[in-house]
């Protein structure tokens, strides 16, 4: 194919030879009339024009080569249409009757309480069913259903993070503001040399280097004020410089919500009641669904917790709804299999605007912003985004939750719009996270 930077070198080479000559006839004294020279000025212009000439038309064929060849790569590359899935096929029945055996035995076999599970393709509910009891004391209790309520865990910081973005994408703030900016009263030691404030988006990806949890009595309890937690963790010292690498946190997060609380002065609301006010009702999750564990009707709706009484191991004891204080952020949301369906279609839906759904509460660029990598993971199959964590090796997202006696996997296979969520009653003596 044509270069110019060949031509060029042949055109170096010309004028080399042209100056040559020029010199050859100096050093001769050749008069400026003479014939020889005349001769050369005559072949210097008209091989000048020729090889202008030349230029262009390899200038010419080139760019028709580019062209054709463009058109052959563009053509031998098609969009192909998303793939059509056809949920009336045996594929799919035969598929989902497989699942509700092997649930059916595991569940039995190991004698769990209460077990849900539900599977989203898209924006299609295809499957949810519950197994065992949704209420282990009480007799000829039905299994658990779609709309039963949980603590879903930590998976309420996706909830968080999706607040974080609602307020960014309405320009109430920046993912890199400081958080001292709507939490002044959050300090940390630090061992490190450095003055940068730790900023949203770090608490949002676990990269802040804060302590996993609220220092101790305040961990997991609503018995402290926001004033007691900060003034605890002002003693604190953070276990790693910000951005080093991933290290969980229920403390980040849970100043995160206190912060986005903050956010809006005007309105004077807690945390809970943001949440409720535009996430719950933004996504149309249940009535039931948030922070009221005391509520009547929410009760008569949850799933009864089963764990072991830690005098006597031997005993089941049922385990009841509370707040957990300051923490909820990161793990106190009570919600339903069929609110966290929603919440996969809601990020199954990134590539329409706010505008094209009732319930689209973020752009779909911005779900695609939540679900990119803030950080990679040491083993290199993994990274962290705000807060999904993303395996490669699957090329799925997942958040995971531990609280109390219930254990909960939400999953999606982003490239093919599937996932499936778990929630898994579990016999524990205590609680873990």
Partial sequence: MFSYNNHFDKLFKFNTLRIDLKLFFASHEFRTDSTLLRYFQKFETFYWGVIVLILEIMNS????????????????????????????????????EEVDAFILN?????????????????????????????????????????????????????????????????????????????????????????????????????????????PYPCSWTQECTAAEVFELVSKEYVVMPQNERFHYSNLGIAVLGYALSRVNEMQQMTYEQVMEEIIIRGLNLSQYTGFNYSDPNVIAQSAVGVTTNPL????????????????????????????LAKLM??????????NEHPNQLLDGFTVNEMLTPQMLLNDGLGAIGSPWEMAYNYFNSTSNGYIYVYVYSCKQEAPYFFGEKILVGKKRATPFF
């Avoid at 006597?312 to 609110?339: K, Y």
């Avoid at 279609?345 to 706010?354: L, S």
Wanted: proline share 8%; aromatic share 12%.
């Fill in 61 to 96: 064929i080139n760019r028709f080569i580019f062209w054709v060849l463009g058109t052959w790569l563009v053509k031998s590359c098609p969009e192909y249409p998303n793939p059509t899935f056809y949920l009336d096929s045996s594929l799919f029945t035969n598929a989902l």
């Fill in 106 to 214: 595991v569940t039995t076999t190991n004698n769990v309480p209460g077990f849900i599970t539900s599977i989203v393709l898209d924006q299609t509910l295809l499957f949810v069913k519950g197994y065992g009891s949704s209420d282990y004391f009480a007799k000829n209790a039905p299994p658990p259903n779609g709309d039963n309520l949980v603590q879903i865990a930590s998976i309420t910081k996706v909830f968080t993070d999706v607040l974080l973005y609602y307020y960014r994408d309405a320009q109430m703030l920046n993912l890199d503001d400081p958080v001292t900016r709507y939490a002044p009263q959050f300090k940390i030691r630090s061992p490190y040399h450095s003055n940068r404030p730790i900023t949203l988006r770090e608490l949002s990806s676990h990269n802040s280097g804060l302590p996993r949890e609220v």
């Fill in 312 to 339: 006597n191991q031997s005993e089941l004891i049922p385990v009841r709804l509370h707040s957990i204080g300051f923490e909820n952020p990161a793990g106190g949301m009570l919600a339903s299999a069929n609110d």
């Fill in 345 to 354: 279609q809601f990020m199954f839906r990134n590539n329409i605007t706010v």
